[in-house]
Antibody
Framework: QVQLQQSGPGLMKPSQTLSLTCAIS??????????WNWIRQSPSSGLEWLGR?????????DYAVSVKSRISINPDTSKNQFSLQLNSVTPEDTAVYYC???????????WGQGTTVTVSS | DIVMTQSPDSLAVSLGERATINCKSS????????????LAWYQQRSGQPPKLLIS???TRESGVPDRFSGSGSGTDFTLTISSLQAEDVAVYYC??????????FGQGTKLEFK
């Protein structure tokens, strides 16, 4: 059974860098049949895909246009996990952040437990 | 980006009655080469992450009760719960996963008891 365990702070001040980690059990971050994603959810924006990392003979990343200048998603093969960094956060980045496994044959089939991130001065 | 629009935004149904949720995509999510619709449905209970119910527009995931069914093709899709149970109260989302990201979600439909 694949599980994703998120960790990271929940309260931030504007202009800080958000850092979250997602530890994978039951699968590999280097899997050739999955991509590893960050998705956030807020009342104003609903479910919003932020970006992904995946391995297909080499590592690839894709990011949403809305955050492309501020985001970085990186795999850590030694710990079988991946991370999210979002720079220069504002109150508009307040949301529940999920890590998730996506497979092109079915969609997002595994979700982390979610981390509530609040950006406030 | 493909825009997903669900209707209605909220729905109140009596226990044991049928619930129907619609999802419309701004462009077709049917891949002609394999005749598959790249459309998924999720259930999100309060305080939980979304849970995948249906993929390929109509294929139930393992363990999903058969009262849940998906239908449709191209740009118009429907999730039907044939006989509402207490544990079905949740928000339901459709998502297209056609081609490259972003694989966009609908805005959600809140299902409640009448």
């Amino acid at each position: 059974q694949v599980q994703l365990q998120q960790s990271g702070p929940g309260l931030m001040k504007p202009s800080q860098t958000l850092s979250l980690t997602c530890a994978i059990s039951g699968d590999s971050v280097s899997s050739n049949s999955a991509t590893w994603n960050w998705i956030r959810q807020s009342p104003s924006s609903g479910l919003e895909w932020l970006g992904r990392t995946y391995y297909r003979s080499r590592w690839y990343n894709d990011y949403a246009v809305s955050v492309k200048s501020r985001i970085s998603i990186n795999p850590d093969t030694s710990k079988n996990q991946f991370s999210l960094q979002l720079n220069s956060v504002t109150p508009e980045d307040t949301a529940v952040y999920y890590c998730a496994r996506f497979r092109s044959t079915i969609g997002v089939d595994v979700w982390g437990q979610g981390t509530t991130v609040t950006v406030s001065s | 980006d493909i825009v997903m629009t669900q209707s209605p935004d909220s729905l109140a149904v009596s226990l044991g009655e049928r619930a129907t949720i619609n999802c419309k995509s701004s462009q077709s999510v049917l891949y002609n080469s394999n005749n598959k619709n790249y459309l998924a449905w999720y259930q999100q209970r309060s305080g939980q992450p979304p849970k995948l119910l249906i993929s390929w527009a109509s294929t139930r995931e393992s363990g999903v009760p058969d009262r849940f069914s998906g239908s449709g093709s191209g740009t118009d899709f429907t999730l039907t719960i044939s006989s509402l149970q207490a544990e079905d109260v949740a928000v339901y989302y459709c998502q297209q996963y056609y081609g490259s990201p972003p694989h966009t979600f609908g805005q959600g439909t809140k299902l409640e008891f009448k």
